[in-house]
Every structure is written in structure tokens, then in C-alpha cells.
């Protein structure tokens, strides 16, 4: 069982890496396209970071807190949107960095609610 456990938990960390590579990898790419709707890109940052911080959540959540996670992928997000301003193809947006930041409350959020629900005794 306990094998089991550290199998998990470090392919947690692993995906969690290797996602946020990729994040960073296609945050300085130039990718052509139309947006179909008018906030699709922060909607789509949203979501990215939702994701991202739930990630980091399980795979270091029981070491590190809550807020001291939370405040390392918004500055991380912060990097990311500074990198994109040198690539002269994309360009760094506070609305970006704004719509990072309520997707990592988002899951905070949930996450703060899903442990209350969770250690709960009904």
C-alpha cells in the first residue's frame, strides 16, 4: 500500500510538471486563430489556471499551504505575462493576469470547501 502511495504522488508532481511546462511552452508560441466568442481568451486563462492550481494542489497541497501555492503560480502567471511581452508576437495583459488569478481562487475556493465537506462528520 504504501508503494501504491509514493507511485502516486509522484506521478502526481510529474503531471503536475509537465503540464506547467506546456503552459509555458504554448504561452510564447504565436497561435493564429479567431476567438469565437468576445472574452474566450480569459475564459480559457481561467480555466487553464483552475487547473493548474488543482495540480499543484495534489501533488504538494499536503506540504506547502494553500496560500503559499496560490502565491506561486500567480507569479509564475506574473512571469509568463512578462516573458510574452518580450516575444513581439504576443503581449502581456493585466485582464490576463487578473483572469489567472480568480481561476487560482476558484479552486481555492473549491478546494477550502471540498476539505470542509470531506473532514465533515455527518
Not at 50 to 72: E, N, Q
Not at 114 to 119: A, M, P, R
Request: charged share 10%; aromatic share 16%.
Amino acid at each position: 500500500m504504501k508503494n501504491k502511495k509514493v507511485w502516486c504522488s509522484l506521478m502526481s508532481k510529474l503531471f503536475f510538471w509537465v503540464i506547467l511546462s506546456l503552459v509555458a511552452v504554448f504561452s510564447m508560441l504565436a497561435i493564429p486563430g479567431k476567438q469565437i466568442f468576445q472574452w474566450q481568451d480569459k475564459l480559457s486563462h481561467l480555466v487553464v489556471y483552475m487547473l493548474l492550481f488543482w495540480l499543484l494542489l495534489l501533488a504538494y497541497g499536503k506540504h506547502w499551504s494553500l496560500t503559499s501555492l496560490g502565491i506561486l503560480l500567480v507569479v509564475y502567471s506574473g512571469l509568463i505575462e512578462v516573458a510574452q511581452s518580450f516575444t513581439g508576437y504576443r503581449q502581456a495583459g493585466w485582464l490576463d493576469l487578473l483572469a489567472n488569478i480568480v481561476g487560482i481562487l476558484v479552486t481555492a475556493l473549491s478546494y477550502k470547501a471540498w476539505k470542509l465537506y470531506k473532514n465533515a462528520n455527518f
